[in-house]
Protein backbone atom coordinates (compact mmCIF):
# COMPACT_ATOMS: atom_id res chain seq x y z
CA UNK A 1 0.00 0.00 0.00
CA UNK A 2 0.90 3.53 -0.65
CA UNK A 3 2.34 5.66 2.01
CA UNK A 4 -0.31 8.64 2.54
CA UNK A 5 0.43 12.30 2.94
CA UNK A 6 -1.64 14.91 4.08
CA UNK A 7 -1.69 18.92 4.88
CA UNK A 8 -3.98 21.26 5.14
CA UNK A 9 -3.18 24.66 4.03
CA UNK A 10 -4.99 27.80 5.50
CA UNK A 11 -6.86 30.28 3.99
CA UNK A 12 -6.04 33.35 6.29
CA UNK A 13 -4.48 35.59 3.57
CA UNK A 14 -2.42 36.06 -0.37
CA UNK A 15 0.10 33.48 -1.45
CA UNK A 16 3.56 34.69 -0.88
CA UNK A 17 6.93 33.17 -2.38
CA UNK A 18 7.89 32.03 1.04
CA UNK A 19 4.46 30.13 1.34
CA UNK A 20 5.30 28.55 -2.82
CA UNK A 21 9.22 27.64 -1.70
CA UNK A 22 8.57 26.53 1.86
CA UNK A 23 5.16 24.59 1.51
CA UNK A 24 3.33 24.53 -2.09
CA UNK A 25 6.57 23.72 -4.25
CA UNK A 26 7.91 20.67 -2.10
CA UNK A 27 4.35 19.55 -1.54
CA UNK A 28 3.55 19.41 -4.91
CA UNK A 29 7.28 17.45 -6.02
CA UNK A 30 6.15 14.97 -3.26
CA UNK A 31 2.53 14.84 -5.06
CA UNK A 32 4.68 13.66 -8.18
CA UNK A 33 6.58 10.50 -6.11
CA UNK A 34 4.79 7.10 -7.17
CA UNK A 35 5.47 6.00 -3.71
CA UNK A 36 3.05 8.60 -1.97
CA UNK A 37 -0.48 8.82 -2.16
CA UNK A 38 -1.84 12.62 -1.42
CA UNK A 39 -4.48 14.54 0.20
CA UNK A 40 -4.12 18.56 0.04
CA UNK A 41 -6.93 20.61 1.48
CA UNK A 42 -7.67 24.07 2.22
CA UNK A 43 -8.52 24.43 6.01
CA UNK A 44 -11.31 26.71 5.85
CA UNK A 45 -12.46 26.11 9.19
CA UNK A 46 -9.01 26.60 10.95
CA UNK A 47 -9.42 29.70 9.65
CA UNK A 48 -12.27 31.27 11.11
CA UNK A 49 -10.26 31.52 14.01
CA UNK A 50 -8.75 34.93 12.11
CA UNK A 51 -10.73 36.13 9.30
CA UNK A 52 -13.70 38.43 10.08
CA UNK A 53 -15.37 38.96 7.43
CA UNK A 54 -16.83 36.33 4.35
CA UNK A 55 -15.85 38.99 1.90
CA UNK A 56 -12.19 37.49 3.16
CA UNK A 57 -12.80 33.79 3.12
CA UNK A 58 -14.05 33.59 0.09
CA UNK A 59 -11.35 35.61 -1.49
CA UNK A 60 -8.76 33.79 0.55
CA UNK A 61 -9.88 30.54 -0.23
CA UNK A 62 -10.25 30.80 -3.97
CA UNK A 63 -6.83 32.75 -4.21
CA UNK A 64 -5.43 29.23 -2.14
CA UNK A 65 -7.10 27.08 -4.49
CA UNK A 66 -6.00 28.99 -7.59
CA UNK A 67 -2.39 29.35 -6.12
CA UNK A 68 -1.68 25.58 -5.49
CA UNK A 69 -3.72 24.78 -9.60
CA UNK A 70 -1.12 27.22 -11.14
CA UNK A 71 1.95 25.90 -8.98
CA UNK A 72 0.89 22.58 -10.74
CA UNK A 73 -0.84 20.80 -8.40
CA UNK A 74 -2.88 17.82 -10.57
CA UNK A 75 -6.10 17.29 -9.09
CA UNK A 76 -6.15 13.76 -10.97
CA UNK A 77 -2.88 12.66 -9.18
CA UNK A 78 -3.57 14.86 -5.43
CA UNK A 79 -7.04 14.35 -3.53
CA UNK A 80 -7.19 18.48 -3.03
CA UNK A 81 -10.40 19.74 -1.35
CA UNK A 82 -12.36 22.17 1.40
CA UNK A 83 -12.06 20.96 4.79
CA UNK A 84 -15.72 22.29 5.05
CA UNK A 85 -17.19 20.28 2.43
CA UNK A 86 -16.25 16.87 4.73
CA UNK A 87 -19.07 16.64 7.48
CA UNK A 88 -17.33 13.91 8.41
CA UNK A 89 -14.54 15.82 9.91
CA UNK A 90 -16.76 17.48 12.31
CA UNK A 91 -18.07 14.06 14.15
CA UNK A 92 -14.91 12.93 14.41
CA UNK A 93 -14.00 16.02 16.14
CA UNK A 94 -16.75 15.61 19.00
CA UNK A 95 -15.65 12.10 19.39
CA UNK A 96 -11.97 12.86 19.57
CA UNK A 97 -12.78 15.76 21.91
CA UNK A 98 -13.46 12.65 24.74
CA UNK A 99 -10.24 11.55 24.50
CA UNK A 100 -8.63 15.03 24.31
CA UNK A 101 -7.29 16.00 28.11
CA UNK A 102 -8.04 19.09 28.65
CA UNK A 103 -4.80 20.31 30.26
CA UNK A 104 -3.22 18.70 26.50
CA UNK A 105 -4.98 22.07 25.10
CA UNK A 106 -3.76 24.18 27.57
CA UNK A 107 -0.54 23.44 26.86
CA UNK A 108 -0.88 24.00 22.72
CA UNK A 109 1.36 27.05 21.94
CA UNK A 110 -1.02 28.95 20.46
CA UNK A 111 -2.92 28.99 23.67
CA UNK A 112 -0.11 29.61 25.64
CA UNK A 113 1.00 32.56 23.69
CA UNK A 114 -2.81 34.34 24.74
CA UNK A 115 -2.96 33.36 27.87
CA UNK A 116 1.08 34.71 28.74
CA UNK A 117 0.15 38.28 26.69
CA UNK A 118 -3.07 38.34 28.62
CA UNK A 119 -1.51 37.84 32.09
CA UNK A 120 1.41 39.95 31.30
CA UNK A 121 -0.92 42.78 30.46
CA UNK A 122 -3.44 41.96 33.35
CA UNK A 123 -6.07 40.65 32.32
CA UNK A 124 -7.99 37.78 32.68
CA UNK A 125 -6.02 34.83 31.31
CA UNK A 126 -8.70 34.21 28.92
CA UNK A 127 -9.64 37.28 27.57
CA UNK A 128 -10.17 37.14 23.82
CA UNK A 129 -9.88 33.54 23.74
CA UNK A 130 -12.52 31.50 22.49
CA UNK A 131 -13.49 27.67 21.94
CA UNK A 132 -12.50 28.01 17.81
CA UNK A 133 -8.77 28.82 19.09
CA UNK A 134 -8.92 26.38 22.36
CA UNK A 135 -10.25 23.87 20.58
CA UNK A 136 -8.14 24.25 16.74
CA UNK A 137 -5.51 21.11 17.64
CA UNK A 138 -8.71 18.68 17.87
CA UNK A 139 -10.18 19.62 14.77
CA UNK A 140 -6.48 19.55 13.17
CA UNK A 141 -6.23 16.24 14.60
CA UNK A 142 -9.72 15.19 12.85
CA UNK A 143 -8.30 16.20 9.68
CA UNK A 144 -5.37 14.24 9.87
CA UNK A 145 -6.57 11.09 11.71
CA UNK A 146 -9.94 10.45 9.11
CA UNK A 147 -7.63 10.21 6.57
CA UNK A 148 -5.54 7.55 7.91
CA UNK A 149 -2.03 10.20 7.40
CA UNK A 150 1.44 8.88 7.98
CA UNK A 151 2.92 11.80 7.31
CA UNK A 152 1.71 15.56 7.53
CA UNK A 153 4.20 18.33 5.74
CA UNK A 154 4.12 21.10 7.66
CA UNK A 155 6.10 23.81 8.90
CA UNK A 156 8.27 23.79 12.38
CA UNK A 157 5.52 26.25 13.76
CA UNK A 158 2.80 22.94 13.65
CA UNK A 159 4.91 20.22 14.67
CA UNK A 160 3.74 20.39 18.43
CA UNK A 161 -0.09 20.28 16.82
CA UNK A 162 1.08 16.98 14.88
CA UNK A 163 2.48 15.45 17.91
CA UNK A 164 -1.02 16.09 19.83
CA UNK A 165 -2.18 14.47 16.72
CA UNK A 166 -0.32 11.84 17.41
CA UNK A 167 -1.08 11.67 21.26
CA UNK A 168 -5.22 11.93 20.85
CA UNK A 169 -4.68 8.76 17.75
CA UNK A 170 -2.86 7.15 20.80
CA UNK A 171 -5.70 7.54 23.08
CA UNK A 172 -8.25 6.41 21.50
CA UNK A 173 -6.64 3.15 20.12
CA UNK A 174 -5.40 2.54 23.61
CA UNK A 175 -9.46 2.80 24.68
CA UNK A 176 -11.09 1.58 21.96
CA UNK A 177 -8.16 -0.98 20.47
CA UNK A 178 -6.25 -0.55 17.51
CA UNK A 179 -7.88 2.02 14.96
CA UNK A 180 -6.45 5.29 13.91
CA UNK A 181 -3.50 5.84 12.02
CA UNK A 182 -0.71 7.54 14.31
CA UNK A 183 0.82 10.09 12.21
CA UNK A 184 4.46 11.42 12.12
CA UNK A 185 5.23 14.96 10.77
CA UNK A 186 7.31 16.15 7.80
CA UNK A 187 8.89 19.09 8.65
CA UNK A 188 10.29 21.48 6.58
CA UNK A 189 13.13 23.74 8.10
CA UNK A 190 13.45 25.74 5.25
CA UNK A 191 10.43 27.04 5.74
CA UNK A 192 12.08 29.34 8.83
CA UNK A 193 14.66 30.78 6.93
CA UNK A 194 13.16 32.05 3.72
CA UNK A 195 14.67 35.93 3.96
CA UNK A 196 11.82 38.91 3.60
CA UNK A 197 12.11 42.01 2.20
CA UNK A 198 13.53 43.22 5.04
CA UNK A 199 16.33 40.31 5.78
CA UNK A 200 14.03 39.08 8.49
CA UNK A 201 12.33 35.75 8.05
CA UNK A 202 9.50 36.01 5.59
CA UNK A 203 6.31 35.96 7.18
CA UNK A 204 2.97 37.66 7.01
CA UNK A 205 3.12 38.90 10.43
CA UNK A 206 6.93 41.31 9.78
CA UNK A 207 4.94 42.71 6.48
CA UNK A 208 7.99 41.62 4.17
CA UNK A 209 6.46 39.08 2.15
CA UNK A 210 6.66 39.10 -1.46
CA UNK A 211 3.19 37.86 -3.13
CA UNK A 212 3.12 35.03 -5.54
CA UNK A 213 0.62 36.64 -7.77
CA UNK A 214 0.08 40.18 -8.76
CA UNK A 215 0.25 42.53 -11.53
CA UNK A 216 3.78 42.99 -12.68
CA UNK A 217 3.71 46.35 -11.74
CA UNK A 218 2.91 45.45 -8.01
CA UNK A 219 5.68 43.11 -7.91
CA UNK A 220 8.03 45.68 -9.19
CA UNK A 221 7.19 47.80 -6.97
CA UNK A 222 7.57 45.33 -3.62
CA UNK A 223 10.87 44.36 -5.22
CA UNK A 224 12.13 47.96 -5.14
CA UNK A 225 10.88 47.61 -1.31
CA UNK A 226 13.87 45.43 -0.56
CA UNK A 227 16.01 46.90 1.91
CA UNK A 228 20.07 47.42 0.93
CA UNK A 229 22.79 49.16 2.74
CA UNK A 230 23.65 52.34 2.02
CA UNK A 231 27.07 51.14 -0.36
CA UNK A 232 27.13 53.45 -3.72
CA UNK A 233 27.46 52.46 -7.27
CA UNK A 234 31.16 51.32 -7.92
CA UNK A 235 31.28 50.48 -3.96
CA UNK A 236 31.63 46.16 -3.73
CA UNK A 237 28.46 44.62 -2.28
CA UNK A 238 28.42 42.28 0.48
CA UNK A 239 26.84 38.81 -0.93
CA UNK A 240 25.33 38.78 2.65
CA UNK A 241 22.45 40.59 1.72
CA UNK A 242 18.65 40.31 0.73
CA UNK A 243 18.83 41.00 -3.01
CA UNK A 244 21.84 38.45 -3.55
CA UNK A 245 19.55 35.83 -1.05
CA UNK A 246 16.43 35.93 -3.26
CA UNK A 247 18.00 36.21 -6.75
CA UNK A 248 19.70 32.83 -5.57
CA UNK A 249 16.29 30.97 -5.41
CA UNK A 250 14.89 32.24 -8.64
CA UNK A 251 18.07 32.11 -11.15
CA UNK A 252 20.41 29.16 -11.81
CA UNK A 253 23.88 28.46 -10.62
CA UNK A 254 25.48 30.12 -13.53
CA UNK A 255 23.24 33.23 -13.47
CA UNK A 256 23.60 33.51 -9.99
CA UNK A 257 27.17 33.39 -10.35
CA UNK A 258 27.27 36.29 -12.55
CA UNK A 259 24.73 38.31 -10.36
CA UNK A 260 27.30 37.94 -7.41
CA UNK A 261 30.34 38.37 -9.49
CA UNK A 262 28.73 41.97 -10.81
CA UNK A 263 27.56 42.83 -7.26
CA UNK A 264 31.63 42.65 -5.99
CA UNK A 265 32.31 44.91 -9.11
CA UNK A 266 30.00 47.59 -7.76
CA UNK A 267 26.58 47.35 -9.62
CA UNK A 268 24.36 49.82 -7.72
CA UNK A 269 21.38 49.08 -6.08
CA UNK A 270 18.65 50.07 -8.40
CA UNK A 271 20.21 48.12 -11.19
CA UNK A 272 20.75 45.12 -8.83
CA UNK A 273 16.79 45.16 -8.18
CA UNK A 274 16.34 45.61 -11.68
CA UNK A 275 18.38 42.18 -12.60
CA UNK A 276 15.93 40.72 -9.29
CA UNK A 277 12.82 41.83 -10.76
CA UNK A 278 13.50 40.24 -14.38
CA UNK A 279 14.02 36.99 -13.03
CA UNK A 280 11.29 36.82 -10.67
CA UNK A 281 9.22 37.68 -12.92
CA UNK A 282 10.46 35.40 -15.02
CA UNK A 283 9.86 32.69 -12.58
CA UNK A 284 6.43 33.65 -11.55
CA UNK A 285 5.05 34.65 -14.92
CA UNK A 286 3.52 31.56 -16.89
CA UNK A 287 2.37 30.08 -12.90
CA UNK A 288 0.37 33.75 -12.47
CA UNK A 289 -1.46 33.15 -16.22
CA UNK A 290 -2.57 30.11 -14.74
CA UNK A 291 -3.35 31.79 -11.49
CA UNK A 292 -5.30 34.60 -13.38
CA UNK A 293 -7.14 32.17 -15.69
CA UNK A 294 -8.31 29.65 -12.99
CA UNK A 295 -9.69 33.07 -10.47
CA UNK A 296 -11.40 34.30 -13.90
CA UNK A 297 -12.81 30.42 -14.29
CA UNK A 298 -14.01 29.97 -10.84
CA UNK A 299 -16.86 27.06 -11.72
CA UNK A 300 -13.52 25.00 -12.76
CA UNK A 301 -12.13 25.29 -9.47
CA UNK A 302 -15.83 25.04 -8.05
CA UNK A 303 -16.01 21.64 -9.51
CA UNK A 304 -12.17 20.33 -9.01
CA UNK A 305 -12.53 20.86 -5.32
CA UNK A 306 -16.20 19.26 -5.74
CA UNK A 307 -14.67 16.06 -7.05
CA UNK A 308 -12.02 16.19 -4.95
CA UNK A 309 -14.73 16.25 -1.64
CA UNK A 310 -16.19 13.39 -3.05
CA UNK A 311 -13.05 11.45 -3.08
CA UNK A 312 -11.98 12.11 0.26
CA UNK A 313 -15.34 11.64 1.55
CA UNK A 314 -15.67 8.18 0.24
CA UNK A 315 -12.34 7.40 2.87
CA UNK A 316 -13.94 9.69 5.05
CA UNK A 317 -16.73 7.68 6.06
CA UNK A 318 -14.87 4.57 5.25
CA UNK A 319 -12.71 5.41 8.76
CA UNK A 320 -15.88 7.07 10.48
CA UNK A 321 -17.83 4.45 10.36
CA UNK A 322 -14.90 1.99 11.76
CA UNK A 323 -14.98 4.95 14.94
CA UNK A 324 -18.37 4.40 14.92
CA UNK A 325 -18.32 0.80 15.53
CA UNK A 326 -15.42 0.87 18.31
CA UNK A 327 -17.44 3.30 19.77
CA UNK A 328 -20.47 1.74 20.38
CA UNK A 329 -22.57 3.97 18.07
N1 LIG B 1 -2.88 24.49 11.39
C1 LIG B 1 -2.31 24.49 10.08
C2 LIG B 1 -1.66 25.85 9.82
O1 LIG B 1 -1.83 26.76 10.55
C3 LIG B 1 -3.34 24.21 9.01
C4 LIG B 1 -3.95 22.86 9.13
C5 LIG B 1 -5.24 22.59 9.52
C6 LIG B 1 -3.31 21.61 8.89
N2 LIG B 1 -5.43 21.25 9.51
C7 LIG B 1 -4.29 20.60 9.13
C8 LIG B 1 -2.01 21.25 8.49
C9 LIG B 1 -3.99 19.26 9.01
C10 LIG B 1 -1.71 19.90 8.37
C11 LIG B 1 -2.70 18.91 8.62
O2 LIG B 1 -1.01 26.03 8.85
Redesign the pocket.
Known sequence: MKERI?????PTGYAHIGNYFGAIKPAIELSKEEKFDCFY?I?DY?ALTTLKTREEMKEYTYNIACTWLACGLDPEKVVFYK?SDIPEVFELNWILSNVTAKGLMNRAHAYKACVEKNETAGEDRDAGVNMGLYN?PI??AA??LLFD?NY????L??KQ??EI?RDIANNFNNKYGQTLVEPDGYIQEDFCTLVGLDGRKMSKSYGNTIQLFTSEDVLRKTINRVVTDCRLPGEPKDLDCTVYKLYKLFASAEQTEQFGKKLLEGLGWGDAKKELFEVVNKFIKPMREKYFYFMEHKDEVDKILASGAEKARYVARKTLSKVRKRIGV
Open positions: LTGIKFAHQYLMDIAVPVGDQHIA
